[in-house]
């Protein structure tokens, strides 16, 4: 395990509004290579809204803050899954994509899932980078990409993986919430 890899939580319906507002944020070139097409914040709200918290696997990257700069969402539909990404402008090039890739291929794999897909633009360099440094065959037809990759069986590494990362970010996610409400009051007694 990569202990500079950025911390990736896994989100719940309580992140529902976070997420939004990642996704609301990302300007049109972003959203259009997201999500293939350009979307207005209406497409964006709907999408958001008919996510299964619970079937799917949804991860992020927060930053101090507590804003979630990074997403990943594994959408999966009986034996097929597919994977889509975003790292917001400015958390670009610190492992925040990769950590995401790998932490979504772990879910997957112990979830008995024998493959995942990645369908984006041909000019998404970033994205095709990303499926090619994971080992993923890209196939491009016009300005369209696919990807495929093959995954392992689960074994008790890939459990206990996704089993540490969950508590290193629920641990971080304690001490970044606590470490914003001293400041809070801190300001409150201490103008």
């Known amino acids: 395990?990569?202990?500079?890899?950025?911390?990736?939580?896994?989100?719940?319906?309580?992140?529902?509004?976070?997420?939004?507002?990642?996704?609301?944020?990302?300007?049109?070139?972003?959203?259009?290579?997201?999500?293939?097409?350009?979307v207005g914040d209406l497409v964006i709200r709907r999408y958001v809204a008919r996510l299964d918290f619970g079937h799917d696997g949804l991860f992020a990257v927060r930053d101090a803050e507590g804003r979630?700069?990074?997403?990943?969402?594994?959408?999966?539909?009986?034996?097929?899954?597919?994977?889509?990404?975003?790292?917001?402008?400015?958390?670009?090039?610190?492992?925040?994509?990769?950590?995401?890739?790998?932490?979504?291929?772990?879910?997957?794999?112990?979830?008995?899932?024998?493959?995942?897909?990645v369908h984006c633009l041909a000019e998404n360099a970033a994205m095709r980078h990303l499926a090619r440094r994971y080992g993923?065959?890209?196939?491009?037809?016009?300005?369209?990409?696919?990807?495929?990759?093959?995954?392992?069986?689960?074994?008790?590494?890939?459990?206990f993986r996704e089993w540490l990362h969950d508590q290193q970010a629920a641990a971080v996610e304690i001490v970044r919430r606590n470490a914003r409400l001293a400041r809070v009051l801190w300001r409150l007694y201490y103008p």
Not at 73 to 91: Q, R, T, W
Request: with cysteine.
């Open 68 to 117: 979630i700069v990074a997403a990943a969402h594994v959408a999966i539909s009986k034996d097929v899954a597919e994977l889509g990404l975003s790292v917001s402008n400015g958390h670009r090039s610190r492992g925040n994509g990769g950590a995401l890739f790998a932490r979504a291929v772990d879910f997957l794999r112990n979830r008995g899932m024998h493959e995942v897909h």
């Open 136 to 159: 993923m065959r890209l196939s491009s037809q016009g300005s369209e990409s696919d990807g495929c990759l093959a995954l392992l069986p689960a074994t008790p590494e890939s459990h």
């Open 1 to 38: 395990m990569n202990t500079n890899a950025p911390l990736t939580l896994r989100l719940s319906e309580q992140d529902h509004y976070p997420l939004l507002s990642h996704f609301l944020a990302l300007d049109t070139d972003d959203r259009r290579l997201r999500f293939g097409a350009s």
